[in-house]
């Protein structure tokens, strides 16, 4: 027998971690997830004597993140976005945390009877949270990736939702919208990025031209076709695009207001157009 407390596992694993360089939140979610524990059945449960199926299980989860290099939720295949639960896989992009503030500030302007279409669904991750928190919008989502289409189709099944997932070259050959709603790939590819994140999530979901502003001048020059007049279109940005893409926006569509929300660490990270 191992003999080993749930505590003293947990830290073993974080000094691992350390390490190889990687959070300790990543090794603390894998073990959360197994054991189907809260942050305070942790704190309850740490003097806890794991069995040795359960430290062999768990350690093995634990080292395909630590040593393999492989995200904690493709090693789970999914992950929470908005309170939902979200298949991923390689295929798709990992929602982060803040992308729920491009929801939020979605859900803040929506009246809830509009046709929108989220561009580069991926996962459908922002479509799916739109739509379990306001059943009334018409959503389609569209990715050029055949694989991600896949994936947001198995989420909108198995969380009941009704949303039209499709492959689609961004807007072209589409009809107009009310809404257009966006995180498109906008890291600039000259950008430096973390190895997990470079060696694991697709490269057509991350980078883009143009110093990381191809997508949204492609979509704002798209939308003067396919955007209703009273139309709204909400990007997702990176921290420091907030000038360039509010540049683009006013140059491209005249008659448009431009506002930019804060995400939760007080960064610039949506873009409303309205």
Request: aromatic share 10%.
């Amino acid at each position: 027998m191992n003999n080993i407390k749930l505590g003293e596992f947990l830290n073993n694993n974080y000094l691992k971690a350390l390490e190889y360089n990687k959070e300790k939140e990543g090794v603390k979610l894998l073990l959360l997830e197994f054991l189907d524990y809260s942050n305070s059945d942790l704190i309850i449960n740490k003097d806890r004597i794991l069995t040795n199926e359960e430290v062999n299980t768990l350690q093995k989860m634990i080292d395909r993140y630590l040593i393999s290099n492989i995200p904690p939720q493709y090693i789970l295949g999914y992950t929470y976005f908005y309170s939902l639960k979200i298949k991923v896989n390689e295929n798709v992009l990992i929602p982060r945390f803040d992308t729920e503030v491009l929801v939020e500030v979605a859900l803040k302007y929506l009246k809830g009877n509009e046709k929108i279409v989220d561009i580069g669904t991926g996962s459908g991750a922002i479509a799916l949270a739109l739509k379990k928190n306001m059943a009334t919008l018409d959503i389609s989502g569209v990715d050029i990736s055949s694989s991600a289409i896949d994936v947001s189709k198995e989420n909108a099944k198995d969380l009941g939702l009704d949303i039209n997932f499709f492959k689609n070259d961004l807007l072209e050959g589409l009809g107009k919208y009310d809404v257009i709603i966006s995180n498109p790939p906008y890291i600039s590819y000259n950008d430096k990025i973390s190895e997990l994140v470079y060696q694991n999530e697709p490269h057509l979901a991350l980078f883009a031209s143009e110093n990381g502003l191809y997508f949204y001048r492609k979509i704002l020059e798209q939308a003067k076709d396919h955007l209703k007049e009273t139309g709204k279109i909400f990007f997702e940005i990176g921290y420091n695009q907030k000038d360039d893409v509010i540049r683009l926006a006013r140059s491209i569509l005249k008659d448009k207001q431009v506002e930019c929300f804060k995400d939760y660490g007080n960064r610039d990270r949506v873009i409303y157009i309205h």
